[in-house]
């Protein structure tokens, strides 16, 4: 189907609104950016400004305090605990001597 001539005359008259749509509908998205982009500012000033309220971390308190007892237990007890009673058991003791040391003379 061919373009008629009129039609042509009517798309060259609305040409001019045709374009001053489009810009408003460019501004209008600038515009609305722009808003939200000023109400984000606002919003972490006064986040910034107030005191708020904590958050309930109770549990991560609780776990952090478990992870230090055991990191606490760790260093109490010694490295290769088994191995320094395997070497106590090693060592010779002769029944036949006592324990006591007679330092009287």
């Not at 209008?28 to 005191?51: F, N, W």
């Amino acid at each position: 189907m061919p373009i008629q001539p009129i039609d042509l005359q009517i798309l060259f008259s609305q040409l001019n609104q045709v374009g001053k749509d489009v810009a408003h509908q460019k501004e209008a998205a600038m515009l609305s950016q722009s808003i939200q982009g000023g109400e984000l500012v606002k919003e972490t000033h006064h986040k910034d400004e107030s005191v708020n309220q904590t958050k309930q971390v109770e549990d991560e308190v609780a776990k952090v305090r478990d992870d230090e007892k055991h990191k606490e237990r760790k260093q109490q007890e010694p490295k290769g605990g088994e191995h320094r009673e395997e070497k106590k058991k090693k060592v010779f003791q002769d029944p036949d001597l006592g324990t006591h040391i007679d330092i009287s003379g």
